[in-house]
């Protein structure tokens, strides 16, 4: 066995690791949550079925990485309810639908 007195760590030396503090405003950009907002106004506006389903995922995503809880929140509440209107409104009927000519 090795002795004590070869090893050369300090234990008196022992700081706890302390992340530093970032301001709210200075933290990433939250780009699920965006790419979220353009898939939902697409899935809504333009009746895409697969984008309003990747926005729901989007959201869920940054929903999971959320870091600004107010900022945050607001995006991905008004992502779901694109996304979720535009599914609403893709297998719902609802809408406007082309008359078939007969």
Not at 43 to 58: D, E, N, T, V
Not at 80 to 96: A, E, S
């Amino acid at each position: 066995m090795a002795s004590q007195s070869n090893d050369p760590r300090l234990p008196s030396a022992v700081r706890p690791y302390k992340p530093p503090t970032i301001a709210q405003q200075d933290l990433p950009v939250d780009y699920s949550g965006f790419i979220a907002v353009v898939f939902g106004v697409f899935g809504a506006m333009f009746r895409y079925k697969i984008c309003s389903w990747l926005a729901i995922i989007f959201c869920a995503q940054s929903l999971a990485n959320m870091r600004n809880m107010e900022n945050d929140l607001k995006q991905i509440s008004m992502a779901m309810m694109f996304g979720i209107m535009g599914l609403v409104t893709n297998y719902m009927g609802l809408g406007p639908r082309p008359n078939p000519k007969s």
